[in-house]
């Protein structure tokens, strides 16, 4: 069972599921000549791909503009498609720019999977309509990528959640084994220990991980003098 994929900061992890997708998607229709992608997170992060520079341009100047097939199919959920764009004033800005491309038409599908929206448009030099089976083929694409990325993303917050886990659990083993050195050299008890060691790390400005680490690799040699000052500090601030 995947999680939500509220935010993916790295784009460099998600780059080459979304050019691997522009390029397949390309391939669907033979009067395709170059397709962008967009996708855009529940969380408001998004990311984007194309197949060459110019249709970068455009798919950023439909984000500024808030106007094109593009950002119309992502709102409406539904195909949006530009059979001849020369006779098409529907968005006077990107169809301005789309021409001076040499580009005549365009398809946009939108996909919406697990609250991310991902938007596939391709493009032709020519008056061109995509059918409805290549339409419903660019779909399953986008799923597919969508739903990659997403246990992609649950395997990698389950991996750093499982080391995070690993990382505290040898601290604490370490601080257990500091508080017994502590608590043997001064002969108090292990809440007093603690508090030590707490107070040694305030003073230091270092981890109370790193403070009994060095306790624990030095057995307490050298530092016994200050563990004892210290102990006579938290009794006297009653701790």
């Known amino acids: ?21 522009v390029r397949r998607a390309m391939r669907c229709s033979a009067g395709c000549r170059g397709a962008t992608v967009f996708l855009r997170c529940p969380g408001g992060e998004a990311h984007s791909a194309s197949t060459h520079p110019d249709l970068a341009v455009l798919a950023a100047l439909q984000e500024d503009t808030g106007e094109g097939p593009c950002v119309e ?22 169809r301005v720019a789309a021409l001076e491309r040499g580009l005549r038409a365009c398809t946009a599908v939108p996909v919406l999977t697990e609250g991310v929206t991902t938007t596939v448009t391709l493009y032709a030099f020519r008056p061109w309509r995509l059918t409805t089976a290549d339409r419903e083929a660019v779909g399953v694409l986008a799923e597919e990528t969508v739903g990659g990325l997403l246990r992609e993303h ?30 043997h050299l001064l002969e108090c008890d292990p809440d007093r220990a603690f508090d030590v060691l707490r107070v040694l790390s305030q003073r230091t400005n270092r981890k109370l991980s790193a403070v009994a680490a060095r306790i624990v690799e030095a057995k307490g040699r050298g530092s016994t003098r200050e563990l004892r000052r210290l102990l006579g500090e938290v009794r006297a601030d009653g701790a």
């Open 73 to 94: 199919a992502a709102r409406s959920l539904r195909p949006v498609e530009g059979a001849d764009l020369v006779a098409d004033a529907r968005w006077p800005h990107f």
């Open 154 to 183: 649950a395997r990698t917050g389950a991996e750093a959640e499982a080391e995070q886990l690993r990382t505290a659990m040898v601290s604490r083993a370490v601080i257990d084994q500091a508080i017994g050195i502590v608590t």
């Open 1 to 21: 069972m995947t999680r939500p994929m509220d935010a993916v900061a790295d784009d460099a992890a998600v780059a080459p599921w979304l050019v691997r997708l």
